[in-house]
């Protein structure tokens, strides 16, 4: 089975550029996760999503970030425009809804450097 | 707002020691896991404990549910240097929703 998939895995941009992160659940998955992960913060929970609808995204930083999720199988972070420090690991996992334990299944990352 | 304490946040040790990594809060949780992660990857679900006093076992590691459910531990038995990484644990709160409040990680290197 494949697990959670995100692209692109590095992304090296200049200040002020728009940057759009992509993300595919694993198929049956009820619930999607954007995390942010750093040296400094540790792992940050930024949204999530239930059956493609936002439900808290209370850890979003500021306006400059946003998140869809048009279908079951997709979901964007997209940052507009992108800061030096926005530099981070950027995390997509999923969930089954399987009663009240939330067992996440995270995708590899991607990179995020802002020059 | 529900914090997890892990420690220690570093661990360096020699192969065919034994450890414990910690994972302490004043809240409960309804759940707790662990997860681990190794450079390059995201974190990997190891287990997920749910019953007060509960004891799981993974091969070489054993982990346990406090019987409050305010807290956990890992243990690790003859440590490989194939146990390196971050060590993380993530609470489920009761009246949390879906969100997982994780600990900051334990990194343990495993010498040869």
């Known amino acids: 089975d494949a697990g959670v998939i995100q692209s692109p895995r590095h992304e090296v941009t200049e200040m002020g550029q728009e940057v759009t992160l992509r993300c595919k659940p694993i198929?049956?998955?009820?619930?999607l996760f954007w995390y942010r992960q750093t040296m400094m913060r540790g792992l940050e929970l930024l949204i999530y999503?239930?059956?493609?609808?936002?439900?808290?995204d209370s850890g979003m930083p500021e306006d400059r970030f946003s998140a869809k999720m048009p279908n079951a199988s997709f979901s964007t972070l997209k940052i507009q425009p992108s800061e030096p420090r926005d530099s981070a690991v950027y995390f997509c996992?999923?969930?089954?809804?399987?009663?009240?334990?939330?067992?996440?299944?995270f995708g590899p990352g991607t990179r995020l450097t802002v020059t | 707002t529900q914090l997890l304490e892990q420690s220690p946040q570093f661990l360096s040790i020699q192969e065919g020691e034994n450890l414990t990594v910690y994972c302490n809060s004043s809240?409960?949780?309804?759940?707790l896991q662990w997860y681990r992660q190794e450079p390059g990857e995201g974190p990997v679900l190891l287990v997920t404990?749910?019953?007060?006093?509960e004891v799981k076992k993974l091969k070489r590691l054993t982990f346990q549910f406090g019987d409050a459910r305010k807290d956990s531990s890992l243990h690790i038995t003859a440590a490989q240097p194939g146990d390196t990484g971050l060590y993380l644990c993530?609470?489920?709160?009761?009246?949390?929703?879906?969100?997982?409040?994780f600990g900051e990680g334990t990194q343990l290197t495993v010498n040869p």
């Open positions: 996992a999923s969930s089954p809804h399987s009663g009240g334990v939330r067992e996440q299944y």
């Open positions: 198929s049956g998955h009820d619930y």
């Open positions: 999503f239930n059956n493609n609808v936002p439900i808290d």
């Open positions: 809240s409960v949780f309804s759940s």
């Open positions: 404990v749910v019953t007060g006093g």
């Open positions: 993530a609470g489920a709160g009761e009246t949390s929703g879906s969100r997982l409040t």
